[in-house]
């Protein structure tokens, strides 16, 4: 009895759903869904997306999340390189938004080629409205950057 309950309570939920006009949160292409962070890789590969491509060589992937409502318009951010060069940071690439001067803090993920984490970094910078810079954002560890594939922005506040 209560197994045909649930069963019953799991159809009319996603019935509500359906009707309802619902759809799942998508995570490709870039700009107004929220604030994704972006990535670069080794292949020099070019993504509007959350996703990352892997590598450390180069490569960039644009966020532009335009605010809606009450919220705060966010700059646009890529990573324009990962670890390469700069043997020891990541370099990401922010333009403020119009008319908005205020500070934003960079947070970037090193991950391997399994994906798992190797060490973070943060950097903090102030720009005025409509400002472009190149910041480069250290790794905190810099002991196992050799293993370094892909390089991750958090989305940007």
Known sequence: MRRSQLKLAAVVGLVVLVLSGFTPAKRSGGGGDGGDGGGCGKDGGSSN??????GTDGGSSTTSVG????????????ITECIGQSG?????RITAPSGFSRSYTLKVTFLNSTGDVVTSGEQYVSLEGSETRSVKVPARDTTMLDQVTECRLDPVR
Do not use: F, L, Q
């Open 49 to 54: 997306s959350s996703s990352t491509s892997s």
């Open 88 to 92: 020891n940071a990541a370099t990401v």
């Open 67 to 78: 605010g809606t409502g009450g919220s705060k318009p966010r700059p646009t951010t890529s």
